[in-house]
C-alpha cells in the first residue's frame, strides 16, 4: 500500500484536529446505527491521540468496547473526475467507517493502515458537506493479535456487570484513531503499487521495481539527492498480466544506504495520467552463522526495543516526539531500534530511512504466552482465526513497510509460547508466510523460552532473546547474571548455530533514586545490571546486538510489579535520561 503523497496529480487532505467523540458506554451504537445521524450529544476529540488519557474519569478511560468518532469533510470541485480515497494510517483496534451513513470500510488490526474509494459515493452524491463516522472497538480476544480477553466476574464480592478487558502484554490497551486520517486524490488511472528491490555487485547496482496500474506507464526514472536523474527506462508488461509492468534499472557506483549514513534515491513512476514518487536505498543484508553483513560489513545491533508512548498522547503518533527520540537515540550513539511490539507509524519509518536507523519490525503478536504454565496453543485460546489474522498483518506490514531501507529484518512475534507442541506448525506457517512475502530480508522472532524448550527457531535466521536475570529471578543478585547468561546463549548456539541478539534486558528504575551500596530500583543498580550483561556480550562473538529494555518509561496495565508503568526506560516517559543513558552513550559512541 503506497503512502499518500501530493505531486501534480494527486491532492492530500489531512482530516486529523478536533473529531466529534462518544462513548458507547453500553456497546448499543452499532445496532442503533448511530451512523445514520450526527452523534448526539458529542464531545470533542482529538485526532491522532489515544482517547484514554484524555478522560479525567476512569469510567471513560476503562472503557470497554465501542466509542465513536465523526468529522465532516469537503470535496472541492476541483476534484471532480478524480479518484477519492479515504484513508486511516491506524484505528486502535478494531473499526467500521461509513461515509454518510454508507459502510466504507470495516478493518480488524490496530497497527496497520487501510483504506476506502469513495469515489463513486462522492459523485453519486448532492451533499455540500459529507460526514466520516467510525465505530471503534477497543476489544481483544483470541481471534486477533494482540490476544486478550474480557472477564466477566460475577458473584457476592463483584459488583453488577463486573468486567474487563484482560491483555497479556505489558503495555497499557491505549484505543483511539492513533495515525492521521487523509483523503487523498488519484488520477482515474492510477498506479496502485510499486514494490522496489535492489541488488549490488561490485560496484554497480540493479534497481528492480515491479508496479501495478492501470495506467499505461511511459517511464520511470531514478533520482538521485541532488534531484538528477541518473537513470531512466521504460518498463515492460510484466507476465503478460493486465496492469502490471516491471523494470530494471542498471546503476554504476550507486551511493549506498549505510545505517547512521543514510542515501536515499528517488524511483519515480511516470504513467499517461498518474505519477508517484517512491523513496529507496540501496543496501544489501547477509546473515552468516554468527554475523549480521549491511553492505557486506558486519554490523552490530545498539539501540532499544521503544514503544509509541507519551503522557496525554498515549499512542497517538506525534511528529515532535518522534524527532525528539532520534535525537537521543543520535545522541547515545544507537544504531537500531525494534518496533516492538507493533508496526509503529509510516512517520516514524520514513524518518528511520532518512536519518539511517536500522528497524527490526514486528508484527502487533505479543502475549502470545502465559506465564502460569497455562497453554496458549492448546485448547480454545489460540485457533484458526488467530493465525488467519496473523498472516493478515503479516501481509499489512509487508505492503506497507516493504520498500523502506532502515527495515533490515521482520520479527513474527514477541515472546510466544514456542516450546509448546501447538506453537510448531502455528510458527511454520507464520514464518513461511513471511518468507513467501518477502525473499530479501531475514526473518526473527523474540523468544522468551529458553533454548531447551524452543521448538521453532529452526525456521528462523537470527534469534532474538529477551532474558531479566537477577530481575524476575534471583532478584537483585547481580552476581548471577554473567554466570546465567553466558551459559544460555551458549546453548542456543550450540542448539541452532545462528547469531543472537539481545533484543530485551533490563531492570526498573525510578529516575532520581540512588543508594550506596545500589538497590534495585535505583539509577546505579540500572547501569550495574546492565554493564554485567555487557560483560558477557563482548566476550560471545555471536551475539551480533544489544537492546536494553526500554528506549523510555511508558504507561501499562495496573499490577503488583507496575508503579504508575514499566519503569526500565533508559529514559523517562518525558524523555530525560536516567544515569544508564550516559552510561550506555559512553560504551556505544566508542564502539564502531
Ligand atoms: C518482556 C516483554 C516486554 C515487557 C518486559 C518487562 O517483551 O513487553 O515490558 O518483558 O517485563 O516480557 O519489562
Not at 540 to 554: K, Q, R, T
Amino acid at each position: 500500500m503506497l503512502y499518500p503523497i501530493e505531486n501534480k496529480v494527486r491532492e492530500v487532505k489531512n482530516l486529523s484536529g478536533i473529531w466529534n467523540f462518544k462513548m458507547d458506554y453500553n456497546n448499543v451504537g452499532i445496532h442503533e446505527q448511530w451512523q445514520k445521524e450526527p452523534l448526539k450529544d458529542a464531545i470533542p476529540m482529538a485526532v491522532p491521540a489515544s482517547y484514554n488519557d484524555l478522560f479525567t474519569d476512569e469510567k471513560d478511560k476503562e472503557h470497554v468496547g465501542y466509542v465513536w468518532y465523526e468529522k465532516t469533510f469537503i470535496i472541492p470541485d476541483s476534484w471532480n473526475g478524480k479518484r477519492i480515497v479515504l484513508r486511516f494510517g491506524s484505528a486502535t483496534h478494531h473499526a467500521t467507517v461509513w461515509v454518510d451513513g454508507v459502510e466504507a470500510a470495516k478493518h480488524k488490526g490496530g497497527f496497520l493502515p487501510f483504506e476506502a474509494d469513495i469515489t463513486q459515493q462522492m459523485e453519486e452524491s448532492e451533499l455540500e458537506e459529507h460526514r466520516v463516522t467510525v465505530a471503534l472497538s477497543n476489544v481483544l480476544d483470541w481471534t486477533c493479535i494482540p490476544c486478550g480477553e474480557v472477564i466477566h466476574k460475577e458473584g457476592p464480592g463483584y459488583p453488577e456487570g463486573f468486567h474487563f478487558q484482560e491483555t497479556y502484554f505489558d503495555f497499557y490497551n491505549y484505543a483511539g484513531i492513533h495515525r492521521p486520517v487523509k483523503i487523498y486524490t488519484t488520477p482515474k488511472k492510477y498506479i496502485e503499487d510499486i514494490v522496489i528491490k535492489t541488488e549490488t555487485e561490485g560496484d554497480r547496482a540493479v534497481v528492480k521495481a515491479w508496479i501495478t496500474s492501470n495506467d499505461i506507464i511511459d517511464t520511470v526514472k531514478v533520482i538521485d539527492e541532488s534531484g538528477d536523474v541518473v537513470s531512466e527506462k521504460a518498463p515492460k508488461p510484466w507476465n503478460d498480466e493486465d496492469n502490471k509492468y516491471y523494470v530494471e534499472i542498471e546503476m554504476n557506483q550507486p551511493h549506498l544506504w549505510n545505517p547512521k549514513a543514510a542515501y536515499l534515491y528517488k524511483l519515480k513512476v511516470v504513467g499517461k495520467c498518474d505519477s508517484y514518487t517512491e523513496t529507496f536505498g540501496i543496501r544489501t543484508i547477509e546473515v552468516t552463522d554468527k554475523a549480521f553483513l549491511i553492505n557486506g560489513k558486519e554490523f552490530y545491533f545498539q539501540g532499544f526495543g521503544k514503544h509509541e508512548d507519551s503522557d496525554i498522547h498515549g499512542k497517538g503518533m506525534d511528529e515532535a516526539l518522534n524527532i525528539r527520540d532520534f535525537n537521543l537515540l543520535k545522541w547515545m550513539g544507537a544504531n537500531s531500534f525494534r518496533t516492538s511490539h507493533y508496526p509503529y507509524s509510516e512517520e516514524l519509518m520514513r524518518l528511520a530511512d532518512r536519518e539511517g536507523f536500522v528497524v527490526i519490525d514486528e508484527v502487533p503478536a505479543v502475549g502470545m504466552c502465559f506465564w502460569d504454565g497455562n497453554s496458549v496453543f492448546a485448547g480454545n485460546r489460540v485457533n484458526n482465526d488467530t493465525l488467519a489474522h496473523h498472516k493478515d498483518m503479516l501481509a499489512d506490514m509487508y505492503n506497507r513497510d516493504k520498500n523502506h531501507p532502515c527495515v533490515v529484518m521482520w520479527s513474527v512475534a514477541n515472546e510466544a509460547a514456542t516450546h509448546e507442541e501447538g506453537a510448531v506448525s502455528y510458527f511454520k506457517e507464520v514464518i513461511e508466510t513471511m518468507r513467501n512475502l518477502d525473499d530479501t530480508r531475514p526473518v526473527t522472532m523474540v523468544h522468551t523460552t529458553g533454548p531447551d524448550g524452543d521448538k521453532v527457531s529452526q525456521w528462523l535466521d537470527v534469534i532474538c532473546v529477551n532474558r531479566y536475570y537477577a530481575w524476575y529471578n534471583d532478584h537483585a543478585h547481580l552476581d548471577v547474571i554473567g554466570l546465567q547468561l553466558e551459559y544460555e546463549m551458549e546453548k542456543w548456539y550450540r542448539k541452532y548455530h545462528k547469531p543472537i541478539i539481545m533484543s530485551e534486558y533490563g531492570a526498573d528504575t525510578i529516575a532520581g533514586f540512588h543508594k550506596m551500596p545500589p538497590v534495585a530500583f535505583t539509577e546505579e543498580f540500572q547501569c550495574m545490571y546492565m554493564e554485567e550483561y555487557h560483560k558477557i556480550f563482548d566476550k560471545l562473538d555471536y551475539m551480533i546486538g544489544e537492546h536494553p529494555w526500554a528506549f523510555a518509561d511508558f504507561q501499562t496495565k495496573q499490577g503488583l510489579n507496575r508503579v504508575d508503568g514499566n519503569k526500565k526506560g533508559i529514559f523517562t516517559r518525558n524523555r530525560q535520561p536516567k544515569m544508564a543513558a550516559y552510561m550506555l552513550k559512553e560504551r556505544w559512541t566508542k564502539r564502531k
